[in-house]
């Protein structure tokens, strides 16, 4: 039986992301990394072989999935100011040049993912409408 995890989706447009089912591995202890890619290219470039990387963060309960090969997609503004918010300044901060789509999602004590927890969606709204928008 195939199960889900629900993650917070962010696109390099200025929104405040989207809540998306993420599938897990049969055993339920990874995601999905062909779905995950999937969501992550938003069908822009070969999900066959555009993996992505996952990468655990226990201390915040987090899991972040990101493209291995973002190529020349767009800076993830919202992405990076939503990470920056919730780890520590001295942390290492790869994701202040983070391209492309990102999904985040929790992970549990055990160390298998987990629904995000609402905090996220809702630091992630407050970051993205703080961002100045452009006037047409």
């Given at each position: 039986?195939?199960?889900?995890?629900?993650?917070?989706?962010?696109?390099?447009?200025?929104?405040?992301?989207?809540?998306?089912?993420?599938?897990?591995?049969?055993?339920?202890?990874?995601?999905?990394?062909?779905?995950?890619?999937?969501?992550?290219?938003?069908?822009?470039?070969?999900?066959?072989?555009?993996?992505?990387?996952?990468?655990?963060?226990?201390?915040?309960?987090?899991?972040?999935?990101?493209?291995?090969?973002?190529?020349?997609?767009?800076?993830?503004?919202?992405?990076?100011?939503?990470?920056?918010?919730?780890?520590?300044?001295?942390?290492?901060?790869?994701?202040?040049?983070?391209?492309?789509?990102?999904?985040?999602?929790?992970?549990?004590?055990?160390?298998?993912?987990?629904?995000?927890?609402?905090?996220?969606?809702d630091t992630a709204r407050a970051v993205s409408d703080s961002i100045p928008r452009g006037t047409r």
């Amino acid at each position: 039986m195939t199960s889900t995890v629900t993650g917070l989706l962010l696109t390099t447009d200025l929104n405040s992301g989207a809540r998306v089912a993420l599938l897990l591995t049969d055993d339920g202890e990874r995601l999905d990394l062909a779905y995950l890619s999937g969501v992550l290219s938003l069908g822009d470039g070969d999900t066959d072989t555009e993996i992505c990387q996952v990468e655990a963060y226990p201390h915040l309960n987090l899991l972040v999935g990101r493209l291995a090969h973002p190529g020349m997609r767009q800076r993830n503004h919202i992405a990076g100011l939503l990470l920056d918010h919730h780890f520590p300044p001295t942390a290492d901060r790869w994701w202040i040049d983070l391209r492309g789509g990102v999904v985040l999602t929790g992970l549990c004590h055990c160390g298998a993912p987990a629904d995000l927890p609402d905090p996220f969606y809702d630091t992630a709204r407050a970051v993205s409408d703080s961002i100045p928008r452009g006037t047409r």
